[in-house]
């Protein structure tokens, strides 16, 4: 019966370096063990392939991460406190992404349009090939090149984000960072990011800055979220505008 590989020192202080979250031994166990007489991969390849591991995995997976891992406090999202801060670094998931730059029926319209192959440029309206605008159609977790779904950057946006016991908090960016959030691809739903120690809640909403030091947004994405999020979208926006116009009509 083979041993446990041991888990290289660098690995792990390479991850907490880039801010990742440690992963639990059993996390790593297939990716330090290689198949029956081949070689151990080089150390870059297994950072390489433990981060874009965690970076697709979902965080409510049993045994992910590390057990020293930390968690949102209880009360983080209450609106009532108003203002506290974390006491240290918190791993979270997006699982929502909401465009509070623009209207419903603005991003609705969007949101149809792309659907229909159309895109805005100015007042027209024109035609979009697929691989036009540097669209690559990966669907996920892209950055600067990549235009966001949804009519392209927009913004600033808040986001649902997830801890590893599936408790919620929202997050507003108070630094536009359009290279690393916008509706997918750019920032897809699953998309992890390190919320940092002394970052800032104001009435339940955490303050996103990179440049202040308040996050790190790592990226990638949930295969499965991502989609369910993606094929929802254009009908929650729907019955979003309806319950807004049932209110009025009241």
């Known amino acids: 019966m083979s041993s446990t590989p041991p888990i290289p ?7 907490q370096t880039q801010s990742f979250p440690l992963p639990s031994p059993s996390f790593l166990l297939p990716i330090l063990s290689p198949p029956t007489n081949r070689p151990p991969p080089p150390l870059p390849a297994l950072i390489a392939t433990t ?3 965690l970076l697709h995995s979902n965080l409510l997976t049993p045994g992910l991460l590390h057990p020293s891992t930390r968690v949102l406090p209880p009360g983080a999202g209450d609106p ?4 506290w801060k974390l006491e240290y670094d918190v791993p979270v998931q997006v699982v929502d992404i909401v465009d509070v730059g623009r209207s419903v029926g603005d991003v609705l319209l969007a949101v149809e349009g792309e659907r229909l192959g159309e895109r805005r440029r100015g007042r027209k309206v024109i035609r ?3 691989g036009e605008d540097g669209e690559n159609g990966d669907g996920g977790g892209g950055r600067g090149g990549e235009r966001g779904g949804g009519g392209g950057k927009g913004g600033p946006y808040k986001l649902l984000l997830q801890d590893i016991k599936g408790t919620t908090i929202w997050g507003l960016e108070i630094e536009r960072m359009e290279a690393k959030i916008g509706f997918p691809p750019v920032l897809g739903v699953g998309g992890k990011i390190m919320l940092r120690k002394g970052c800032g809640v104001w009435r339940g909403v955490v303050g996103l800055s990179e440049r202040g030091g308040s996050c790190v947004i ?3 994405k949930v295969e499965a979220l991502d989609k369910a ?3 929802g979208w254009e009908e929650r926006l729907r019955k979003e505008i309806e319950k ?3 209110g009025e009509g009241e």
């Open 244 to 246: 807004v116009k049932a």
């Open 218 to 220: 790592l990226g990638g």
């Open 51 to 53: 981060k874009h591991r």
């Open 128 to 130: 979009v090939v697929p």
């Open 229 to 231: 999020w993606r094929e």
């Open 9 to 15: 020192p660098l690995l792990l202080q390479t991850l």
């Open 80 to 83: 009532g406190v108003r203002e």
